[in-house]
């Protein structure tokens, strides 16, 4: 059994997958819905750091590299410019598209594809953090309901 909520708490960090994919696995293995959520939601939660750093990190790496170099500076200055002149229109609102993001069931677009995008665009990490967990927690309650309403 240990084995099984293992494989959900990994599979709830994996891009494509996230929450909407582990918690329909979870549902198939027969495991504990809440429990598993709560499993899920965390694992979710603690891969956003994780992706916001290394892509910056990764970014920095590269754009000293002979052959990749280029397009890594190109990422960071873009991303950056990108991301200021979105700041400078539309103000904190970045944040609440980002939990409508994360917060609405849709197929591959969850946490990563936020984490990756306001890492490049160089958004504040505190407001993002917020913004995150509080979509996926959304997301958790929206899972269970249509979970209640469907079956």
């Known amino acids: 059994m240990f084995i099984k909520y293992l494989v959900i708490f990994i599979l709830a960090m994996l891009p494509f997958i996230e929450l909407q994919g582990a918690f329909n696995i979870a549902l198939a293995l027969n ?3 809440y429990f ?3 499993l899920m939601i965390i694992s979710n939660i603690m891969i956003v750091p994780i992706m916001y750093y290394a892509i910056r990190k990764l970014l920095n790496w590269g754009k000293d590299k002979r052959y990749i170099g280029r397009i890594f500076s190109l990422c960071i200055l873009k991303g950056e410019k ?7 229109k539309i103000g904190n609102i970045i944040y609440l598209i ?3 993001i994360i917060a609405l ?3 591959w677009v969850g946490v990563w594809l936020v984490s990756i995008l306001a890492s490049i665009f160089k958004l504040d990490f505190r407001k993002l953090y917020f913004s995150i967990i509080t979509g996926i927690l959304l997301l958790g309650v929206l ?3 249509m979970y209640e ?3």
């Open 31 to 33: 495991l504990n819905k």
């Open 36 to 38: 598993s959520l709560v």
């Open 82 to 88: 990108i991301g200021n002149r979105i700041i400078s």
């Open 98 to 100: 980002c939990f409508i």
């Open 105 to 107: 069931p849709i197929p």
């Open 143 to 145: 899972l269970l309901i």
């Open 149 to 151: 309403v469907i079956l």
